[in-house]
């Protein structure tokens, strides 16, 4: 089984979001779904293979993976020993944008989304 290690950064995201979810839906909300996020990214300590490789998905040359879990993309690394959790993006955000410099955005996506 490898160890599930998140990056500085996500970590601050994942802090943060649980703060917005304390502010809009009370702490009982922003606890159950924190602990619905963490518990599925958990599951990648015994199938690290189980999210969608963005290289394939977007033929780029990149190692990173990413799981959907409660409207958020969770993108990580496997390496040897361990999987790391490299960054957190909600859905309405571009991570591939953010990530890559190019827009995995459909034009129905940004008409739907109003960007």
Known sequence: MKK???????????????GDLLQKFGEAFAKK??????????????????????????DIDTDYWYIFVNHNYFVYRVEDEKVIVVQIFNEKEDFMQKLFGISGRTQESIEYWGE
């Open 33 to 58: 779904s924190v602990k619905r996020m963490t518990t599925a990214v958990r599951r990648l300590e015994q199938f690290a293979d189980s999210g969608v490789q963005i290289a394939e998905m977007y």
């Open 4 to 18: 599930l290690e998140y990056s500085q950064i996500a970590r601050q995201k994942l802090k943060e979001l649980q």
